[in-house]
């Protein structure tokens, strides 16, 4: 069964940066797409940011510019560098396959943007 651990997430004023981390266990993680999404309170989840097996990246424009996603598939880790930050990224984050498709979601990160 598919394990996923994230972390990084922390309190940061406007225009500061963090990286967040997901380590994946139970699964090759060379062989899928995978995505950062975030939900905000009262809000649905959304997938803000995805990169292919091969690294092909992808970000929702909310966050292009701003947000780099990497993977190290030797360390079965997919990684977020969120500079920039705004207050509207205040959400939980979390990593999963991209499309999701069922299973298990990890618990997630607290980001919270404030002055």
């Known amino acids: 069964q598919v394990q996923l651990v994230e972390s990084g997430g922390g309190l940061v004023q406007p225009g500061g940066s963090l990286r967040l981390s997901c380590v994946v266990s139970?699964?090759?993680?060379?062989?899928?797409?995978m995505g950062w999404y975030r939900q905000a309170p009262g809000t649905e989840r959304e997938l803000v940011a995805r990169?292919?097996?091969?690294?092909?990246?992808n970000y929702v424009d909310a966050v292009k510019g701003r947000f780099t996603i990497s993977r190290d598939n030797a360390k079965n880790t997919v990684s977020l560098q969120m500079n920039s930050l705004i207050p509207r990224d205040t959400a939980v984050y979390y990593c999963?396959?991209?499309?999701?498709?069922?299973?298990?979601w990890g618990q997630g990160t607290q980001v919270t943007v404030s002055s």
């Open positions: 139970g699964s090759a993680l060379r062989l899928f797409t």
């Open positions: 999963n396959k991209v499309p999701y498709a069922g299973g298990t």
């Open positions: 990169i292919t097996s091969d690294g092909i990246t």
